[in-house]
């Protein structure tokens, strides 16, 4: 029977509750599917400043290397919003992706059809469903760029530098091929190579790649401003984007606000090899932990995404959506709650969704 260890960051605010909902329906999946999970606890954010002094210890690290995959619930809470910059529990995060050399973020945003009321957008721009992918380069780019302050003209100014080498650029194109493989054929490249050198390379490189390694995959190119607009005006014509740190950072939040419903969004951050993190797009939720009002569907489907792209258990991804999609016909926790369904907690979706499963 295959084995697979993973370490748990469980993290701040609601982190640890909804967390423990993922856990209890990794543990239902590997019953049926013919698998064993285990798990191991490691700090991160807030609750690593508390026990050890800074927002990533290296044991967590240590742990997160040797471990299959990483499921992490969320990090920070206005009680460590006053400590200096580089202790500040998003430090951690930033840290633990440098560190597991996490290059591509991958953002689904897809609605469920349970859901579409949920969208700001009309129905008839929707359509029947929306499935998109957004692949971010995330350790390169403007955020990792050298940066400083200087005096120009006696007045104080300030840079930050964006810069791409042809490697970054093939490794992360190569994931949104692939990606674009296993669904529909279709990427499109996102830059401002209208304006920027360093999106001229990125567009020359993936064009490369594009007509060397993956000639089945309709690419396309797009500058970011219209992209922008694009997503909103007809999201239906996208099938994956791949765009920088930067644009993909913008990018992934208005796609997957599409959606509706930040408790839904699951997302995963993928290294070289196999091993990945994986993390719900939410935010450690303070004004609700504790109350039960917790959405724990989006780390649930960080869950399933695990097992799709670290664990090679996709029978078992799909399962878990398929669970979550029937779920949604009749119970919701309070985020999406409409009427004639029934309201549950967090825990009580955690048992909904192990049922149907
Ligand atoms: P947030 O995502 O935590 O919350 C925004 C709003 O959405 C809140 O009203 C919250 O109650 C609601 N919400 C979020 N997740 C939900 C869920 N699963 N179910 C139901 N409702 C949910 O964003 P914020 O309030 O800006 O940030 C709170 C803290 O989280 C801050 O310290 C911030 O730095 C941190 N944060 C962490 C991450 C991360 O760990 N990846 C991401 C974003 C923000």
Redesign the pocket.
Known sequence: MKSYQIVLLK?????PE?VTQAVKVLDRAAGRFGFTVSYDEALL?GCAIDAAGVPLPPETIEKCKAADSTL???????K??TVPGNLR??AG?LGIRGALGLFANLRPARIFEQLREASPLKAEIIGDDLDIMVVRELTGGIYFGERGRRTVNGFEAAYDTEMYSVPEIERIARVAFRMAQKRGGRLCSVDKANVLESSRLWRATVERIGKEEYPDIELSNLYVDNCAMQLVRNPKQFDVIVTSNIFGDILSDEASMISGS??MLASASLSEGKSGLY??????????AGTG???????ILSAAMMLRYSLDEPQAAQAIEDAVSEVLKTAR???IYTEGMRQVT?EEMGDLVCGLL
């Open positions: 993290g701040d605010g609601i982190g909804i954010g992490l619930g969320a990090v920070g809470g206005p460590w919003d529990p998003e995060l930040i408790g993390e719900p797009i939410h935010g450690s939720a303070p004004d609700i009002k917790a959405n724990p569907l989006a780390t926790t309070p985020d967090c």
